[in-house]
């Protein structure tokens, strides 16, 4: 018989929130279509045809893309009492100003119909909804005053045309687009609406910035392509567009970034760079943005809020000019990477000159931390030092010794996450017998 218990462990991408949630829809309605359960959760089709495996026994048995439950399938669901699941942690209420730029947005794209997204420039439509929740997003961080400056690196999703209809105050947003089109639309709507503050620039962000728009604006939102270098090269352009950073305030990037539930390594990476360019997640709202299509991502991303800090810099760390998806997948292929760098001082002698001893502690360091260890090598110099190459299944670990300084030094790479990081230095001082270690994580 079908139980919570059982669904719960044939889906282990979901939280049993979600599935509670899942359940709920489906016992909320008489039937509803694959992409609508895409969209209403932000769940990639992936992971939903996981879960409806995992009840197809209770699912009325149809050819059409619609699902639904059976008479049975209806009271087993019932007696799981099932709850309903935000699908957003962040929700706006909808008032009167926003209901009418909604129907704004809508116009605009019923009206375009032959406006299709240009995957050349890995774009994807957000659903008008969404358009106005990143516009209230924004103006919720520095709206409500006056001299704002917004600036979007790219807006397909005609956000610049929301916050132009729920702030007139602000004094001027700016679209940088490469795609002609888009920069047309937006014009052409803003001057409609006789929304002022709105400019455009053709702009490719593989160029520099016009010198004029460097350090001026409050607030920058991106979207930027999936990949490594797109993310990289957009959000270093965001930072270049921003003021300069004081003590207790942004300004603010608002980015965009989704990856499936099965991909969390990728949305690792991205969180790298984030991170490398010393930039505060103040906030982020999982599935916040929806989109027509991007399926593969469960139709949605995550917003990031992220503050710009006195200590935010831009690192310019890609020099290709392929940022788009279709332009090199192998630049995507490449695998996470976990580098650290160890230094140790003030080793006991018995310890840096003994190589049975080294080899030990070595060899338990790597148990500790899940490091697989498929050969090694042992080097012996005439001082008395040693340099240690272990080769692992996911990169490899390298330890030299001096022991007329004794010290050692230790370069660890691997290709997945190093286990029980936080542990890192504790054991290697506990191994080696003493409190002087250095650590450096290479970006």
């Known amino acids: 018989m079908l139980s919570l218990s059982?669904?719960?462990s044939s889906n282990p991408d979901l939280r049993k929130a979600q599935v509670k949630g899942l359940l709920f829809l489906l016992n909320s309605e008489d039937s509803i279509s694959n992409n609508e359960l895409v969209q209403r959760t932000g769940l990639s089709k992936e992971v939903l045809k996981t879960f409806k495996e995992s009840?197809?026994?209770?699912?009325?048995?149809t050819t059409a893309d619609e699902l639904a439950l059976t008479k049975v399938g209806r009271e087993a669901v019932g007696e799981m009492n099932p709850e309903p699941y935000s699908w957003t942690y962040l929700s706006f209420s909808f008032d009167a100003l926003m209901l009418q730029a909604l129907e704004a947005i809508k116009a605009i794209r019923e009206g375009q119909q032959q406006f299709v997204a240009k995957r050349e420039f890995?774009?994807?439509?957000c659903t008008p909804e969404t358009s106005i929740l990143k516009a209230k997003a924004i103006l919720n961080k520095v709206g409500g005053s006056e001299g704002v400056s917004i600036a979007l690196m790219g807006d397909d999703d005609l956000v610049s045309i929301s916050l132009g209809l729920l702030d007139r105050a602000v004094e001027e947003i700016i679209v940088f687009d490469v795609d002609k089109d888009v920069l047309s639309l937006i014009k052409e709507k803003a001057e409609e609406l006789k929304i002022t503050s709105i400019k455009t620039v053709l702009y490719d962000a593989r160029d520099d910035l016009p010198k004029d728009m460097v350090a001026r604006f409050d607030a920058v939102l991106t979207d930027p392509p999936y990949t490594r270098p797109g993310v990289a090269v957009f959000l270093d352009k965001c930072i270049t567009l921003c003021k300069k950073a004081t003590t207790y305030a942004g300004p603010y990037i608002f980015f965009c970034y989704g990856n499936g539930l099965r991909d969390p390594l990728k949305g690792l990476k991205v969180q790298d760079i984030i991170l490398s360019r010393n930039l505060l997640i103040e906030e982020k709202i999982s599935t916040f943005n929806r989109y027509d299509g991007a399926e593969i991502i469960g139709s949605s991303s995550d917003l990031f809020v992220l503050k710009v800090l006195e200590t935010t810099e831009v690192l310019e760390?890609?020099?290709g000019t392929e940022i788009y998806t279709y332009e090199n997948t192998e630049i995507e292929d490449f695998p996470y990477v976990d580098h650290y760098v160890f230094k140790l001082y003030k080793v006991p002698s018995h310890v840096v000159t003994s190589k049975k001893t080294l080899q030990k502690n070595i060899g338990v360091f790597c148990k500790w931390h899940g490091l697989n260890v498929v050969d090694t090598k042992l080097t012996r110099f005439k001082?008395?030092?040693f340099s240690f190459t272990y080769i692992l299944s996911t990169s490899n670990l390298l330890v030299h010794t001096w022991p007329e300084k004794r010290a050692l030094h230790i370069?660890?790479?691997?290709c997945s996450p190093i286990k029980k990081k936080h542990l890192l230095l504790k054991n290697l001082s506990d191994l080696f017998s003493t409190m002087s270690v250095e650590i450096r994580k290479i970006e």
């Open 317 to 319: 760390d890609y020099t």
């Open 383 to 385: 001082g008395g030092g």
């Open 55 to 61: 009840i197809s026994s209770i699912l009325i048995k």
């Open 122 to 125: 890995d774009q994807f439509f």
């Open 6 to 8: 059982k669904i719960y």
């Open 411 to 414: 370069d660890l790479i691997t």
